[in-house]
Every structure is written in structure tokens, then in C-alpha cells.
């Protein structure tokens, strides 16, 4: 009896969602010795911890495909890019990494409600979610660097972000928890 509750195109874009999320765990901590080499610390903190919750999205990807009755596969990972100009450089790729990511998030959630596979629309909503957190996260990341100095930020204005940024939330607040007292 076949009790694979997923198509085979959903099973399909998961699996490439899988390799996804575990190339976007080498390219966090790729660019997180970067900038612990560059004399970052904060910087390189902040983007280990985050390789992490990268990992963290992956196994959740393979645990529901598991869960489904689907096979998740385990595929070999990209290089990551090579190392950044600078933080500015750092953040921006960073940023289109995420976007690109979130575009590859909307096609899953496309196809899930093209097949009315409403439990795999159910998960994705979770990484819909989350993308705007990331996204704002890095956003917060480029505006901060933008105050400092942006390419021409000096030194001191470098470390004194470095310090602030290796001592942020892994989560960006986000408007839905907004409020009068709490804007
Ligand atoms: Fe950076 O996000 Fe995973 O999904």
C-alpha cells in the first residue's frame, strides 16, 4: 500500500528546498569566518548562530517530508560564494540570498495550493513567516551599516556595530506584534 501522502512534484520541491536550506547553512558559516578573520566578532556570531537555525529549517523540511511518507534525500552541497569585499558587501549578498529564498519558499506554497495539498500549504506558512523575518533581519542589518558610515564607516564606528550586532536577537520584531504601547 503506498502511503506516500505527497505528490511527486511536492515531494520534488521539497527535496530541493532540503539542499536549499543546506547550502544556505555553508554560505552563513562561510561568510562567518569571513568576518571572524576580518576582526568581526560580532558579525561572525551573529552569522554562526544562524547558520544553525539554517540547519534548523532544513530538518524541519526533512522531518515533514519523512512525516508525509515521502523520502527526503540527502544531496551533495554547492560551494559556497567566495568572501565579500567588505560588511557591506556581506549584508547586501546576504540579503538577495534571502529573497532568493523566499521566492523558493512562495513556489512550494504556489504548488501547494495549486494541488490543494492543503497540509504542505499549512507547513510552508511557517517559512512564509519566517522569510519576513529574515528578510528583516538583514534589512535591519544594511540600516544600521547605512548609519555608521556605510562603504566610508570608520573604524571606530565599525567596531562600536560590530559590538551591537554580536549582541542582537536572532529574531527581528515584526509589525503582527506591533502595537500602541509597543510600536
Ligand atoms: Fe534564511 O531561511 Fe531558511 O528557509
Redesign the pocket.
Known amino acids: 500500500m503506498d502511503t506516500n501522502r505527497l505528490s511527486k512534484p511536492i515531494e520534488d520541491i521539497l527535496n530541493k528546498?532540503v539542499k536549499?536550506?543546506a547550502d544556505?547553512a555553508q554560505t552563513?558559516l562561510s561568510y562567518a569566518a569571513w568576518a571572524d578573520s576580518e576582526g568581526y566578532a560580532g558579525v561572525a556570531n551573529l552569522l554562526f548562530r544562524?547558520s544553525g537555525?539554517?540547519r534548523n529549517?532544513?530538518m524541519k523540511v526533512i522531518g515533514y517530508i519523512q512525516e508525509r511518507g515521502g523520502r527526503a534525500r540527502i544531496t551533495a552541497l554547492v560551494a559556497p560564494p567566495k568572501d565579500p569585499k567588505n560588511l557591506q558587501e556581506c549584508f547586501e549578498k546576504i540579503f538577495q540570498?534571502?529573497v532568493d529564498?523566499t521566492t523558493a519558499?512562495y513556489e512550494i506554497v504556489n504548488l501547494s495550493q495549486k494541488e490543494k495539498d492543503w497540509a504542505t500549504w499549512n507547513f510552508g506558512q511557517w517559512?512564509v513567516k519566517?522569510?519576513i523575518e529574515?528578510e528583516t533581519l538583514v534589512m535591519d542589518l544594511l540600516d544600521k551599516l547605512k548609519i555608521a558610515g556605510g562603504p566610508k564607516a570608520s573604524n571606530a564606528s565599525l567596531l562600536y556595530l560590530d559590538n551591537k550586532i554580536g549582541k542582537q536577537e536572532d529574531d527581528a520584531d515584526l509589525a503582527r506584534d506591533a502595537s500602541v504601547d509597543n510600536p
Do not use: G, L, T, V
Request: charged letters at 40%; a negative charge.
Open positions: 528546498q536549499k536550506e544556505a552563513y544562524h537555525e539554517e529549517h532544513m540570498h534571502e529564498n519558499i517559512f519566517e522569510q529574515e
